[in-house]
């Protein structure tokens, strides 16, 4: 036969897991080593070879406008 399972245990194990679910959160904020911004993921490209966003927008604008061109020659081919 099963030990009856005391009213009041259910509500402080409740409470000891609410209670202890932030504090180990904030340890291990505290114990993680933080990142720098000089650190970077993967490899680093310098910015100086790096296109623009500006410029990625205006090949990408670039790129649309030949498919339309080619689109609109096919439909007047036709």
């Known amino acids: 036969r099963e030990a009856p399972v005391p009213k009041m245990l259910a509500p402080c194990l409740l409470r000891r897991v609410v209670l202890t679910a932030p504090l180990v959160f904030v340890v291990a ?6 990142v720098r911004s000089d650190q970077e993921a993967g490899t680093a490209i310098p910015a100086e070879s790096r296109p623009c966003v500006d410029c ?13 061109k080619k689109t609109a020659y096919n439909l007047d081919t036709r």
């Open 29 to 34: 904020l505290l114990l993680a080593e933080p």
């Open 56 to 68: 990625h927008a205006f090949e990408f604008m670039q790129r649309a406008l030949q498919d339309l």
